[in-house]
């Protein structure tokens, strides 16, 4: 029998409420800000609230967040992957991987994680396709997402303000056949 959320080096868990210093440290590390959309700090008050309401339906708040965990040993959370903008009547929903640490980046985590997301979105939400939005400049996204067969299909232009300009941002689409 398949197991779901898991795949390779990884494993998706919810969030716990011992997870807020860790998700106060990831949401506020201004460096992956441009990729969230984000302007000002989150507070612990806040984060917390969020934890809280993570254990609601996913059809309640059309949004999931997980915790990636490798499964060596000394299981460690790596980052989270979002299920976002969540849409039962039309079978879409958006996606966004964060690695929180550079050193462990280019290990697979990413990957796994996706592949585990893709079978659940599919699988157990009987989505029809999932999207995801990456600036050009992050390359490495845009690789992972083509290997896991996810197709361009729109651009940007000028999208999102960055200090030295704007970045055109690509969509992707990949569709459940």
């Known amino acids: 029998m398949k197991k779901f959320l898991e ?3 990884i494993k998706l868990r919810a ?3 011992g997870d807020l210093d ?3 440290s990831w949401e506020n590390n201004t460096d992956v800000w441009k990729v969230s ?3 000002t700090p989150f507070s612990m008050f806040t984060l917390k609230q969020f934890i809280e309401s993570a254990g609601q339906d996913i059809y309640q708040t059309k949004q999931l967040r997980l915790v990636i965990v490798t499964v060596e ?3 460690k959370p790596v980052g989270c992957i979002d299920i976002f903008d969540f849409d039962p ?3 879409r929903a958006g996606i966004g991987i964060l690695i929180a640490s550079e050193n ?3 290990k697979g985590f990413a990957s796994d994680a996706l592949d585990a997301t893709i079978d659940y979105a599919f699988e157990i939400l009987h989505l029809h396709q999932l999207y995801c939005n990456i600036t050009e400049d992050n390359k490495t996204s845009i690789a992972l997402f083509k290997k896991k067969g996810f197709k361009k299909t729109g651009s940007k232009t000028d999208w999102i303000k960055t200090g030295s300009g704007y970045l055109d ?3 992707f689409q990949l569709l459940n056949k």
């Open 104 to 106: 462990d980046r280019g």
């Open 73 to 75: 040993k000394k299981s």
């Open 169 to 171: 941002e690509f969509t």
């Open 22 to 24: 860790l998700l106060y």
């Open 89 to 91: 009547h039309h079978g």
């Open 15 to 17: 969030l716990e409420p």
């Open 37 to 39: 959309n984000t302007l």
């Open 7 to 9: 795949s390779g080096k």
